[in-house]
């Protein structure tokens, strides 16, 4: 199956992003294999609305899970519509998180971050 | 690396000057000013430009004149008044939609990125600095308040704070300001105009998830509205964690370019700026 | 006349100006622009009885005409639409209501409702109207637009305008006759003052300065104005009394009789020189 990191960084080495919708690069493993492809996440300079962008980037890259620390309300709406399932990394390297994930040992995320938090965590612009 | 953003609400409560100052003491920081249509930290810290870069955040409808047949559908759509009777786009009206293009029927418009600002990026004695100014009128403050921040933490490093000057106000500059900040410190000062800025912008911050203190700037100008400040901190439990008096001396301080922290008469001011950072530091290691 | 009261930077004394001038010409409508954080009637003290619901124009999809083809997405330069597995997710709150999506949409499923934005209210007598931007709200200019509609036409009108030098402000000032510039002798007032400068000159309005908090040491916007050629109108002292009585709502029109005939004289001087 295929897998969503965020990634502060190119390489499979590189640590876990905290943010979804700002991360910098989405990394893309095939479990089985473990070949991954690098996506840049062109939402990161998006003022408004970037966490529906990158939403819309991880369902398209044909991901059915998505590894990452938070996600706002906005994305998450998104990434349920696609039917992906969002797990919270660790500080840790975009591998051994997958390595986690694949012994099970990496919590869902079911809600999004606290009540308010992150509400319009994406927009700006006027 | 934790960001602490100062907002105020009202304007010219001494947000920048408290930056400033604590910019001075605060050591392992780098420093970000995203009030982008009004920037003023630049002018208190002396700094070197390392770069300069042009923003582009926003997309303007261009009409190709040879294309155009005058059918007018677009000024019927534009809902901002940006089509002029000759068929010209006013840039400071025009909110980048593209409804326009879109019922053209001969293609005569175009959405092209233009430069909403710039950004800037410097080395200062105290951090690496970042700060940026809005073209005047432009559209898009919010995206290039984003950029700023993200300029801003990508030559972080091992830092250890982030200070970060923010705008006035509740609206979308602000939001963009507080935005994954860990911490936000609103300096508000003893007005009844304070007070009530005060009180608007702490529901927005608290709306996002984000723990706020207080700084209360010229307390001592009306003890009854310091006194309810402080309630009204109390019952929202905020810790309010600076009290500064009415100083002229402040005033005549930054005439001279320099913050509290430089002037041997501001003494008493340094103290309590030091104090207050004292507070917020073991509030944030909570 | 229309006079906006402007400042680029926050705090310079805005509020203090236009309502001082409010209060001293009585004739005239005082309409508080500063949407995000409106501080008019803490001063002017007028008595709120009607209010206006701010409201904008958002999408909705009738979900059994709508094919799921995702154009209203591709035309959304907002991020305010996203079609996923044929299904439209709008987001309220990102959304400009420029209308394109409807335009976009080619089966005719999208139709737009009203979504509140913020609130105007007024005196009875109109003669004061302010506008209040909802908590947690990004767009302030849909109701700067509407109090402008509230315009008294027969009398003159004094805008108090948001500080910085954004949308906000252009819309403020725009179709004004004169605009008065308000900074104080600190080198962020002047800095402020310079970009506020630029953005009326932009907007080709004559203009003129209010130095607030004026102190004697300081010459440097003196002579940047000078140098400029523009007009410094008026000169507030830098005094404590000031201060504490603003700090309990009283400008010094409201309690000294020299400065209410200062201001009236402020206002026939910006007349007279727009006839001249």
């Known amino acids: 199956m295929k897998i969503a990191v965020t990634s502060t960084g190119q390489e499979i080495s590189s640590q876990l992003e905290q943010k979804f919708g700002r991360a910098e690069y989405f990394i893309i493993a095939e479990t089985s294999t473990m070949e991954f492809q690098v996506i840049d996440n062109k939402a990161s300079l998006e003022a408004g609305g970037a966490g529906i962008q990158a939403g819309q980037t991880i369902i398209n890259s044909g991901a059915t899970v998505l590894i990452t620390g938070n996600v706002g309300p906005n994305a998450m709406k998104v990434l349920k519509s696609g039917k992906i399932k969002i797990y919270r990394g660790q500080r840790e390297s975009v591998e051994k998180n997958i390595e986690m994930f694949n012994k099970h040992s990496l919590e869902e995320i079911v809600d999004s971050v606290e009540a308010h938090h992150g509400m319009k965590n994406e927009n700006s612009s006027t | ?286 | 006349m229309r006079i906006a009261v402007l400042s680029g930077k926050g705090g310079t004394g805005k509020t203090t100006v236009a309502a001082s001038l409010a209060y001293a010409v009585k004739t005239s409508q005082y309409i508080d622009c500063d949407v995000e954080e409106p501080n008019g009637n803490i001063f002017l003290k007028a008595v709120l009885s009607e209010s206006e619901v701010v409201h904008v124009p958002v999408p909705e999809v009738d979900v059994n005409l709508c094919n799921g083809c995702g154009e209203c997405a591709r035309a959304c330069q907002f991020n305010a639409m996203a079609v996923i597995n044929k299904e439209v997710l709008i987001f309220e709150e990102l959304c400009h209501s420029c209308g394109a999506c409807v335009i976009a949409c080619p089966v005719k499923a999208i139709h737009e409702k009203k979504r509140p934005l913020g609130v105007i209210s007024a005196n009875c007598s109109h003669t004061f109207i302010q506008g209040a931007l909802n908590l947690n709200e990004l767009m302030s200019v849909p109701i700067i637009r509407r109090l402008k509609e509230k315009m008294n036409q027969h009398s003159h009108v004094i805008l108090d305008s948001a500080p910085g030098a954004s949308c906000t402000v252009v819309n403020t000032i725009e179709d004004c006759d004169y605009c008065i510039l308000v900074t104080e002798p600190t080198p962020f007032g002047l800095h402020d003052l310079k970009i506020a400068v630029e953005l009326v000159k932009k907007a080709e309005l004559p203009f003129g300065v209010i130095v607030n908090k004026a102190m004697n040491e300081n010459q440097t916007i003196k002579e940047f104005c000078h140098e400029n050629n523009i007009e410094i109108i008026m000169e507030i002292p830098f005094q404590k009394e000031i201060a504490v009585n603003y700090s309990k709502g009283l400008l010094p029109v409201q309690y000294d009789i020299e400065w209410k005939k200062k201001f009236n004289e402020l206002f026939r001087n910006i007349e007279r020189s727009l006839e001249a």
């Open chain 2, 1 to 286: 690396m934790k960001q602490i953003v100062f907002i105020s609400g009202k304007g010219g409560t001494g947000k920048s000057t408290v930056v400033a100052s604590l910019v001075k003491y605060v050591k392992n920081i780098t420093i970000a000013d995203c009030d982008v249509d009004t920037p003023n930290l630049h002018i208190l810290l002396p700094h070197k430009r390392t770069a300069k870069s042009d923003f582009t955040g926003a997309k303007l409808a261009f009409i190709n004149d040879e294309k155009c047949i005058l059918c007018g559908q677009c000024r019927d759509v534009c809902r901002f008044g940006a089509i002029s009777d000759e068929f010209v786009i006013n840039p400071m009206k025009c909110e980048g939609c593209g409804a326009c293009q879109l019922v053209c029927p001969v293609e005569a418009i175009t959405m092209d990125n233009v430069k909403i600002g710039e950004v800037y990026e410097a080395d200062s004695d105290y951090g690496m600095f970042t700060y940026a100014l809005l073209d005047i009128g432009a559209e898009g403050s919010g995206k290039l308040v984003t950029q700023v921040k993200k300029t801003s933490q990508k030559k972080s490093g091992d830092q250890i704070y982030s200070l970060i000057d923010g705008s006035p106000g509740i609206g979308c500059v602000v939001i963009a300001s507080i935005t994954g900040a860990d911490a936000v410190v609103i300096v508000t000062e003893a007005t009844l105009s304070g007070k009530s800025d005060l009180e608007r912008v702490q529901k927005v911050v608290r709306h996002f998830g984000i723990k706020s203190y207080v700084c209360i700037n010229k307390f001592d100008l009306n003890s009854s509205v310091t006194h309810d400040i402080e309630e009204f901190c109390h019952l929202n439990e905020i810790t309010v964690i600076g009290k500064i008096p009415f100083e002229p001396g402040i005033v005549k301080a930054l005439q001279q370019l320099e913050t509290p922290m430089d002037d041997v008469k501001l003494l008493h001011i340094k103290n309590e700026i030091v104090r207050m950072w004292e507070t917020l530091e073991r509030e944030m290691i909570q």
